[in-house]
């Protein structure tokens, strides 16, 4: 009895020796305040879990490219020099990637392991902001940047500037953001070519062999000037052959006349590529004023101004300016100088363009300035019918009670114009016509011409007042601005209006119908 306790209890402290002589593994942790990170960016690790002898053994931190071998970890930290608490304050790498922050012991084995990931924000509906969306050769303008971190920044994120069709990777550098002044602002010179540009912000400059990594965009378009009235004028619209005349043109940009900007004579009809260099904006005498001598042969010609003469000819409708049309005669004709009647310098050739197209009524070859009536549009919308289909229009039935002019009649009865009462039995003939109602009679009246034609059309420029147009004057608004009839009016900073219910001076609805004629006699 007493050998078999024996045996037992030295079964037992064979046990005990063997179970003392096997290793203890270490139980170390790490948690992360957060696993996703910009590059550079600040974090922390907690470190939980390790004996007193396995940070006396040289314990360490440090972080690797995930698969990494862990022997190859390059040390950042020792546990032992962590403050109370265990937590390590760490900066992510730069390059983008995944990676993990990794605990050791002082054998360079791995004890446990935490993985992050370093990529690249992208920015945010307002963080990269243009001063202007459309801009002229060369004009100055800006860009602010927000959003990026200060390690980013640190890091060198920089911003290009590249055709919108250009490859990402082939911008080129035009500015460290950390060395834009404290609002970020870039301060530049639009291209000097026309089209559409972008400006392309990375968050971190090229590291490791790796492309920079793109934070946002931000287009502009760079666009040519377009001329209001006034700023191109002919001294003369209707002209002997060869005879002296001169042209002045004003409203181009520095930048547009530095590229080259030049005026050229054509025949109306010619393609615009076909237009030649007759001289060049910059060697106009002061008060942008040049003499030319009329073409030799008679016939409808345009003088035309491009905006830069260093781009592709194909790309002179994008560049175009402005035209002013005027007439070669071979003999002398009656014309109406600007000034008589009222008559502006700017309407000049087009109003005297409408009379040799038997456009205009005698009646309204007076007192310009003043504000056209309804009557007296319904004799021009008449004549525009008449002049496009070759035909005389009928005098229809009479259903108004305060006129009885045939012309108002014809108009009626070719659905131009109605009553403007809800009974239909007035007319209104003195009334003043606004924009929108001329855009309307109009439209109708090249309806009742060409019974085919298609009303559609969008805005060509951003008019802020397009809210004001009345519902059932839209799409004519937009038809006639989108064939150019109805340009509406520019302000000194580049905002757009159309002004539908402003009136329109006689001058100016004889050059709409002038606009009308040119544009749709050839369908």
């Known amino acids: 009895m007493k050998k078999r306790f024996l045996s037992i209890v030295l079964v037992l402290c064979l046990v005990m020796s063997m179970l003392l002589s096997v290793p203890v593994f270490a139980a170390g942790t790490i948690a992360l305040d957060k696993t996703q990170f910009t590059a550079g960016e600040k974090g922390k690790a907690t470190i939980s879990g390790l004996t007193d002898e396995e940070i006396e053994y040289g314990a360490y931190l440090g972080i690797a490219e995930a698969g990494e071998r862990a022997e190859n970890t390059p040390y950042y930290k020792a546990v032992i020099d962590l403050p109370a608490n265990n937590v390590w304050e760490f900066e992510a790498p730069t390059s983008l990637g995944t990676y993990e922050v990794r605990l050791l012991d002082g054998d360079e084995k791995l004890i446990a392991s935490a993985g992050i990931t370093v990529g690249a924000p992208k920015a945010q509906p307002g963080d990269i902001k243009i001063s202007k969306a459309e801009v002229k050769l060369n004009e100055p303008m800006s860009v602010t940047v927000k959003g990026l971190t200060n390690e980013m920044i640190a890091n060198d ?240 039935a009479n259903p108004f009670t305060d006129t009885k002019n045939p012309e108002v009649l014809k108009a009626f009865k070719l659905g131009i114009v109605n009553g403007t009462n809800p009974e239909k039995t007035l007319f209104s003939p003195n009334l003043e016509i606004t924009r929108e109602q001329i855009s309307a009679m109009l439209l109708r009246t090249l309806q009742a011409a060409m019974p085919n034609l298609q009303p559609t059309g969008e805005f060509k420029a951003n008019f802020l007042d397009a809210n004001r147009i009345s519902p059932w004057a839209l799409s004519a608004v937009k038809f006639m601005n989108a064939n150019d009839i109805i340009k509406g009016s520019t302000t000194s900073d580049g905002s757009a209006y159309f002004l539908p219910q402003g009136n329109t001076t006689r001058e100016m609805a004889i050059m709409l119908v002038l606009r009308s004629f040119n544009q749709f006699s050839k369908f």
């Open 157 to 396: 994120a920089w911003l290009g500037i590249s055709e919108a069709n250009e490859k990402i990777q082939n911008t080129s550098l035009d500015a460290y953001i950390a060395n834009l002044p404290a609002d970020n602002t870039y301060q530049f010179k639009a291209p000097y070519n026309f089209g559409k540009y972008e400006v392309r912000v990375f968050s971190d400059g090229v590291t490791d062999n790796k492309e920079s990594v793109l934070f946002g965009t931000v287009t502009f378009d760079v666009v040519s000037s377009k001329a209001k009235p006034g700023d191109i004028v002919l001294s003369k619209t209707n002209v002997q052959p060869e005879e002296t005349m001169t042209i002045t043109v004003n409203g181009l940009t520095p930048g547009e006349i530095d590229q080259d900007a030049f005026f050229g004579i054509n025949l109306a009809n010619d393609k615009l590529e076909n237009t030649d260099v007759t001289a060049y904006i910059s060697n106009f005498k002061i008060g942008n004023l040049y003499e030319f001598k009329a073409p030799s042969n008679p016939g409808n010609y345009e003088a035309r101004v491009i905006c830069s003469g260093t781009i592709d000819e194909s790309l002179y409708s994008y560049a175009l300016f402005g035209t002013v049309p005027f007439t070669v005669s071979g003999a002398p004709v009656d014309e109406i100088a600007a000034g008589t009647e009222g008559l502006s310098p700017w309407a000049a050739g087009e109003v005297n363009l409408a009379v040799d197209e038997k456009l205009v009524t005698d009646k309204l070859l007076s007192q310009f300035p003043k504000n056209i009536t309804r009557e007296e549009f319904c004799e021009l919308a008449v004549l525009l019918y008449e002049k496009l289909t070759g035909l005389k229009a009928d005098v229809g």
